[in-house]
């Protein structure tokens, strides 16, 4: 009997045990579920793309990341990688965080969009465009007209449906990064490219290339919203969703404004800030 009662305590101790353990792990998984952080430094890329981050300038996104490690008490490991390859990262988990991403409903699969600015696309043209040509549609009917690009990037949805024709009929240039390509269009390799102010204002001014003669806006749809982008592969749910809550009260207290305004000034920087829908 002696031995039987013994069993049975043990028993029962150990059935507490695991049931104190079980509950122990389900409270962890919660608090790790909650937290903005992860148990190590948040893996954040930048890309080359004007006033949003140029090497040896910084720029819009740099003071941003910093401002989120700031307010979040967040340890990040920043590096400059190809657009190409941020996203194949962000897919696979290998890069956690990246800024000013354009969202689509294929990134959706992979990764959380919380906009903080937008990107106002406008089409450069060159001087063998005929002054006709006004629209995406009109260039389409010239042939021997050529486009150029930042490899992966995409534009809006109205862009991007044109960018997939011209790359299928072999008229479209890819560049490696916005410097390449601004380069390649003075040279010229081809006869226009997508920008927008963030970046022509940055070349123009601050490495002197020449201001594009003639600018125009084929996009009938207007900005383009993008912003922090998150790898669902290193973040879950609560812990985006509290991501998201740290943008919304950058924009609300004015803090992404003044980092943008900094870098473009008063006009186009108030002009680039996302503005969300009220409810």
Known sequence: MRASALACAAKRLCSALLALFAATLSTTASADDGAMCLDRPIRFTHYEFGLIYSDGYGGIDDDLQQELARRSGCRFETMV????????????????????????????????????????????????????????????????????????????????????????????????????????????????????????LYYVKKRNLPAPARIEDWDPAGATPSGLVLSKASFTPA?????????????????????????????????????????
Not at 177 to 188: I, N, Q, Y
Not at 249 to 277: C, F, N, S
């Open 81 to 200: 990688w190809p657009r190409a390859r941020t996203w194949q990262a962000l897919r696979t988990g290998e890069i956690d965080m990246a800024g000013s991403g354009i969202q689509t409903p294929e990134r959706d699969t992979f990764a959380w969009f919380f906009h903080y600015i937008v990107e106002d696309n406008v089409v450069v043209l060159g001087p063998k465009v005929p002054a006709n040509v006004r629209s995406f549609d009109q260039f389409m009917k010239h042939p021997k007209l050529t486009f150029g690009g930042v490899r992966s990037y995409r534009y809006s949805p109205y862009y991007d449906r044109y960018v997939d024709e011209l790359l299928a009929a072999r008229r479209f240039n890819e560049a490696a990064d916005p410097g390449a390509l601004f380069r390649m269009f003075t040279v010229p390799r081809f006869d226009a490219f997508i920008t927008s102010p963030i970046l022509y």
């Open 239 to 279: 812990q985006a969703r509290k991501w998201g809550e740290l943008i919304n009260q950058l924009l609300a207290d004015g803090t992404v404004e003044r980092i943008v305004v900094k870098h473009m000034g008063a006009e186009l920087g108030a002009a680039t800030v996302y503005r969300p829908a009220r409810r």
